[in-house]
């Protein structure tokens, strides 16, 4: 039982920080319906524009907010110039163009940093937690913390703002959205602000708890986001949500169970097939 | 305009005669090497070890009357790549020999081309067994799996006095010649006494070992041995530690990198690996080379770069034992080496199948770098 419980504590963790990643993706395919495969690169940039202020200043607290100024930046530059530009051609241009951009993205970050996995030896300020023969240390507190709060500041402002309103609205139909007097390029830009900001949460995120930064880093998430937007119902923010925790947990459990060599990616794809199969608009998803 | 047009003009005329100037009086050793992509810091440490290589060679007199100098590309750890660069160093650079400086997956693809040319080939610390099966012109200056699975047992066991073993490999070819000698010592010599109680295999790009190690935590091991990369090893640690484990945990020569002290910090401290490089050795030349990569590198010296000295080292020696720059005459002074004093341990000989035997080193982190904790030496071991 004991094991059991660490292992979904494990799990929720993973994904954690899998919805963390998720979540930009799914908002950025709700409003404009491009798959944002760069978004990858943007988590990375987070990390490492994170890394680079922490090594500065030495405070946490401004590489995060540092960061996620720099990668809202970046998306809305991604979005200005790479996808609103493609917007008029088919849904897999937008992909391609996205695709070029991770990769020229990573291969800057290898330019500019080097080659090398460089530590992040930042120190969250959590504790360790003892309960009943179960411990939670001080960095799953922290992921869960943080998710936590990200993901109640999000449903606030969705649920909450008349920018959420807007928000919605133009998911639903941005054509419509915008002939009800609604700026649908501001509130495109404004997600792809909340999205890439997400992100460089995440990358900081990622970066201490494995204490590993480097060019690469998003390229694994790259493609594993694609396939949780996909199993969430695409647009789904909450479901998006859903389909990360669901993963983290199954593929933690499978491996302290089941122990396949199998690798713990190939997990989100084989649900990903199911999901196609048996509820082809995901799990949250409207049929549309 | 035209001004730069004739400046590019000269200088391209310039860059062409250096190319091939000055090619008679030096002996060019070629190496392939990884200097950008996953394995690059391994390539680094590579090429600065073989420039101390050169310097002393050079330092020493050269050889043959000539001096030494080496021809690195960058591999970039793709076989195709590989394979592309070493056509180069044998056709357009006429090297005399190669120090395979690189991962398996390239190493491999290039044995059969140096097989093919009569070019005598050693590989630095690359594992995979194909490599030396390409045939006589390729020798290994490392440890096969089997040889360092063995190794890593009898330190659990004698050294560690481990009796609950939990085994946690990578899933490729080497962690699993290593858990496959790791359980052949067991069998062995610790029949009854010592058990193994898990073998668990995660994948190449796995980050995250929580699920591995709460498993782990709950059958109470005294020793984990843990193979994989020191990208692979630093999280393990680390995060064993934060999960409250307190068991000795055992890695090998891939971990031996200071990124991994850098990725486990704190945590590092009392892992153990079995490896090749002693950082305690006593002899003369090992420390002058341990004290100059540190203080010309800024960073600590690790078994990768010992490993292509040597095998540079190994190749210059049979070049002046040979008196001569011939494949075939450099290849058998290789298949002759006798006792070599190498930094990572005196090389007694190759097999003829080219792998080396050696002792295996193994090294404790003692306040953030490795010490010595003690030697491998028993040939029923250490022999291939």
Same mark, same amino acid.
């Given at each position: 039982?004991?094991?059991?419980?660490?292992?979904?504590?494990?799990?929720?963790?993973?994904?954690?920080?899998?919805?963390?990643?998720?979540?930009?993706?799914?908002?950025?395919?709700?409003?404009?319906?491009?798959?944002?495969?760069?978004?990858?690169?943007?988590?990375?940039?987070?990390?490492?524009?994170?890394?680079?202020?922490?090594?500065?200043?030495?405070?946490? *607290?401004?590489?995060?907010?540092?960061?996620?100024?720099?990668?809202?930046?970046?998306?809305?530059?991604?979005?200005?110039?790479?996808?609103?530009?493609?917007?008029?051609?088919?849904?897999?241009?937008?992909?391609?163009?996205?695709? *070029?951009?991770?990769?020229?993205?990573?291969?800057?970050?290898?330019?500019?940093?080097?080659?090398?996995?460089?530590?992040?030896?930042? @120190?969250?300020?959590?504790?360790?937690?003892?309960?009943?023969?179960?411990?939670?240390?001080? %960095?799953?507190?922290?992921?869960?913390?943080?998710?936590?709060?990200?993901?109640?500041?999000?449903?606030?402002?969705?649920?909450?703002?008349?920018?959420?309103?807007?928000?919605?609205?133009?998911?639903?139909?941005?054509?419509?959205?915008?002939?009800?007097?609604?700026?649908?390029?501001?509130?495109?830009?404004?997600?792809?602000?909340?999205?890439?900001?997400?992100?460089?949460?995440?990358?900081?995120?990622?970066?201490?708890?494995?204490?590993?930064?480097?060019?690469?880093?998003?390229?694994?998430?790259?493609?594993?986001?694609?396939?949780?937007?996909?199993?969430?119902?695409?647009?789904?923010?909450?479901?998006?949500?859903?389909?990360?925790?669901?993963?983290?947990?199954?593929? %933690?459990?499978?491996?302290?169970?089941? =122990?396949?060599?199998?690798?713990?990616?190939?997990?989100?794809?084989?649900?990903?097939?199911?999901?196609?199969?048996?509820?082809?608009?995901?799990?949250?998803?409207?049929?549309? | 305009?035209?001004?730069?047009?004739?400046?590019?003009?000269?200088?391209?005329?310039?860059?062409?005669?250096?190319?091939?100037?000055?090619?008679?009086?030096?002996?060019?050793?070629?190496?392939?090497?990884?200097?950008?992509?996953?394995?690059?810091?391994?390539?680094?440490?590579?090429? =600065?070890?073989?420039?101390?290589?050169?310097?002393?060679?050079?330092?020493?007199?050269?050889?043959?009357?000539?001096?030494?100098?080496?021809?690195?590309?960058?591999?970039?750890?793709?076989? @195709?790549?590989?394979?592309?660069?070493?056509?180069?160093?044998?056709?357009?650079?006429?090297?005399?020999?190669?120090?395979?400086?690189?991962?398996?997956?390239?190493?491999?693809?290039?044995?059969?081309?140096?097989?093919?040319?009569?070019?005598?080939?050693?590989?630095?610390?690359?594992?995979?067994?194909?490599? %030396?099966?390409?045939?006589?012109?390729?020798?290994?200056?490392?440890?096969?799996?089997?040889?360092?699975?063995?190794?890593?047992?009898?330190?659990?066991?004698?050294?560690?006095?481990?009796?609950?073993?939990?085994?946690?490999?990578?899933?490729?070819?080497?962690?699993?010649?290593?858990?496959?000698?790791?359980?052949?010592?067991?069998?062995?010599?610790? @029949?009854?006494?010592?058990?193994?109680?898990?073998?668990?295999?995660?994948?190449?790009?796995?980050?995250?070992?929580?699920?591995?190690?709460?498993?782990?935590?709950?059958?109470?091991?005294?020793?984990?041995?843990?193979?994989?990369?020191?990208?692979?090893?630093?999280?393990?640690?680390?995060?064993?530690?934060?999960?409250?484990?307190?068991?000795?945990?055992?890695?090998?020569?891939?971990?031996?990198?200071?990124?991994?002290?850098?990725?486990?910090?704190?945590?590092?401290?009392?892992?153990?690996?079995?490896?090749?490089?002693?950082?305690?050795? @006593?002899?003369?030349?090992?420390?002058?080379?341990?004290?100059?990569?540190?203080?010309?590198?800024?960073?600590?010296?690790?078994?990768?770069?010992?490993?292509?000295?040597?095998?540079?080292?190994?190749?210059?020696?049979?070049?002046?034992?040979?008196?001569?720059?011939?494949?075939?005459?450099?290849?058998?002074?290789?298949?002759?080496?006798?006792?070599?004093?190498?930094?990572?341990?005196?090389?007694?000989?190759?097999?003829?199948?080219?792998?080396?035997?050696?002792?295996?080193?193994?090294?404790?982190?003692?306040?953030?770098?490795?010490?010595?904790?003690?030697?491998?030496?028993?040939?029923?071991?250490? %022999?291939?």
């Amino acid at each position: 039982m004991r094991l059991f419980i660490e292992q979904l504590l494990n799990g929720i963790a993973m994904g954690s920080i899998y919805a963390l990643i998720t979540l930009g993706l799914a908002l950025v395919y709700g409003v404009m319906r491009i798959l944002h495969v760069a978004h990858a690169a943007v988590f990375t940039v987070g990390a490492y524009v994170g890394l680079f202020i922490f090594q500065a200043t030495g405070s946490l *607290a401004l590489a995060f907010v540092g960061s996620m100024v720099a990668c809202a930046i970046l998306g809305v530059v991604i979005e200005r110039f790479v996808y609103f530009p493609l917007m008029k051609y088919p849904p897999f241009v937008p992909l391609i163009g996205s695709i *070029a951009v991770m990769l020229s993205i990573e291969e800057v970050c290898r330019l500019v940093a080097g080659p090398y996995i460089l530590t992040f030896p930042a @120190k969250l300020p959590f504790p360790d937690i003892y309960a009943g023969g179960i411990q939670i240390s001080s %960095t799953l507190l922290a992921v869960y913390s943080i998710t936590a709060i990200v993901l109640f500041f999000l449903w606030y402002i969705t649920t909450r703002t008349e920018l959420g309103l807007a928000m919605r609205a133009a998911s639903q139909d941005i054509s419509i959205s915008g002939a009800m007097g609604i700026n649908s390029h501001l509130i495109v830009s404004i997600t792809f602000v909340l999205g890439s900001a997400i992100a460089a949460i995440a990358g900081i995120l990622v970066g201490i708890y494995y204490n590993q930064v480097y060019p690469t880093m998003g390229a694994v998430p790259a493609y594993k986001s694609l396939a949780l937007i996909v199993v969430g119902g695409l647009g789904s923010v909450s479901g998006a949500v859903i389909a990360s925790m669901l993963l983290g947990v199954a593929e %933690t459990l499978l491996i302290g169970y089941a =122990n396949i060599p199998l690798p713990r990616d190939a997990l989100a794809f084989i649900a990903m097939i199911g999901v196609l199969m048996w509820r082809s608009e995901g799990l949250l998803g409207s049929s549309r | 305009m035209k001004c730069i047009k004739t400046l590019l003009f000269v200088l391209m005329v310039c860059i062409f005669f250096a190319g091939t100037s000055g090619a008679a009086d030096t002996i060019k050793i070629g190496l392939l090497v990884p200097l950008t992509g996953p394995a690059a810091a391994d390539g680094l440490s590579v090429q =600065n070890s073989i420039k101390l290589a050169v310097e002393r060679v050079n330092a020493e007199g050269g050889l043959l009357g000539k001096k030494v100098d080496f021809i690195s590309y960058d591999d970039r750890m793709d076989p @195709k790549d590989a394979v592309a660069l070493a056509r180069k160093l044998i056709e357009q650079d006429k090297v005399a020999a190669v120090v395979a400086g690189s991962y398996s997956a390239p190493s491999r693809a290039v044995a059969p081309i140096f097989q093919e040319e009569k070019m005598p080939a050693v590989a630095a610390y690359a594992v995979h067994p194909d490599i %030396t099966k390409a045939g006589n012109y390729n020798f290994r200056n490392g440890f096969l799996g089997m040889v360092e699975g063995k190794a890593a047992a009898y330190v659990a066991v004698k050294m560690l006095k481990g009796k609950k073993i939990a085994l946690l490999v990578s899933d490729n070819d080497f962690g699993r010649e290593l858990a496959k000698g790791f359980k052949y010592y067991i069998d062995k010599y610790g @029949k009854g006494t010592v058990s193994i109680v898990s073998q668990q295999v995660y994948s190449m790009q796995e980050k995250d070992f929580k699920a591995y190690l709460s498993k782990i935590k709950e059958q109470n091991p005294d020793v984990i041995f843990s193979s994989g990369y020191y990208f692979q090893t630093g999280p393990v640690v680390k995060q064993a530690r934060e999960m409250g484990i307190k068991a000795h945990i055992l890695g090998e020569e891939g971990a031996d990198s200071p990124k991994f002290l850098e990725i486990a910090g704190a945590a590092a401290e009392g892992f153990v690996i079995v490896t090749n490089l002693n950082r305690d050795d @006593k002899r003369p030349e090992v420390k002058k080379f341990l004290a100059t990569y540190e203080s010309r590198y800024g960073i600590q010296p690790d078994m990768v770069g010992a490993s292509a000295y040597d095998a540079f080292m190994m190749i210059c020696d049979s070049i002046k034992r040979a008196k001569s720059l011939k494949g075939p005459d450099i290849r058998a002074a290789l298949a002759g080496i006798k006792d070599y004093s190498g930094l990572t341990g005196l090389v007694k000989k190759f097999t003829p199948e080219g792998e080396v035997v050696k002792d295996v080193q193994v090294q404790i982190v003692r306040k953030g770098r490795f010490r010595n904790l003690g030697v491998v030496s028993d040939p029923d071991i250490i %022999t291939p």
